[in-house]
């Protein structure tokens, strides 16, 4: 099944602690995003990623960090400089297409759950 | 500034009534809206998506609306079911950039019997 996967559903984190979220798809998309939800919020951009190798920063990208060594993964670090980490993660895919095709629809994953413990 | 805003911000309905749900942009340049559900705790789903030229779109009891004049769409559910209780967020896609989104802050819909 092609799609994309998120682990670990549920991730508690000690105070001072770095943390790494995984993100792993199979559907052969260019683009692979981090996305961060509070409740009564939008999905807000923490980082985005169009090309092996290369990736931008969002709109809150201050206490994160991520890597895009291969097509199919982007794992996300949050860091100890991160000072509200619970929020619920997602990560998506999408393909680069002119914005007229479903090749641009982005797909995603189950979440993650953070919690400072 | 890209800004989606949604309204209203939750709503509560009984089985089997229909509601309609909206969204105003200011993402420009345009280049298609997406509607999704979202069930709690779990990952949007996409129902649908309609470019500047499309009108209307309909995917089972789901129609969305788009009037790309006044940058406004709508989502109307038909009969609605006890499963219709999600998250139903607005997504626009700008053109250029990579397919960079602007999500709008969703509506809770909640359907009771």
């Known amino acids: 099944d092609g799609g994309i996967t998120q682990s670990p559903k549920y991730l508690f984190r000690k105070e001072g602690q770095n943390v790494t979220l995984s993100c792993e798809q199979n559907?052969?998309?260019?683009?692979m995003y981090w996305y961060r939800q509070d409740p009564g919020q939008g999905l807000r951009l923490i980082y985005y990623s169009q090309i092996v190798n290369d990736f931008q920063k969002g709109d809150i990208a201050e206490g994160y960090s991520v890597s895009r060594e291969k097509k199919e993964s982007f794992p996300l670090t949050v860091t100890s400089a991160q000072k509200n980490p619970t929020a619920f993660y997602l990560c998506?895919?999408?393909?680069?297409?002119?914005?007229?095709?479903?090749?641009?629809?982005?797909?995603f994953g189950q979440g993650t759950r953070l919690t400072v413990v | 500034k890209n800004q989606v805003e949604q309204s209203p911000q939750s709503l509560i309905i009984l089985e089997g009534k229909n509601c309609t749900l909206q969204c105003n942009y200011t993402v420009s340049p345009f280049s298609n809206l997406r509607w999704y559900k979202q069930d709690t705790g779990r990952g949007p789903v996409s129902l649908t998506i309609?470019?500047?030229?499309?009108n209307t779109k309909s995917n089972g009891r789901y129609t969305a609306t788009l009037d790309a004049d006044t940058k406004q769409s709508s989502l109307h559910i038909t009969a609605s079911q006890l499963s219709d209780s999600a998250s139903y967020i607005c997504v626009v896609s700008g053109t250029g950039g990579g397919n960079k989104l602007t999500f709008g802050t969703g509506t809770q819909l909640k359907v009771e019997l």
């Open positions: 998506a895919s999408s393909g680069l297409g002119q914005g007229y095709s479903s090749d641009t629809e982005a797909f």
């Open positions: 559907l052969n998309h260019d683009a």
């Open positions: 309609m470019t500047f030229s499309e």
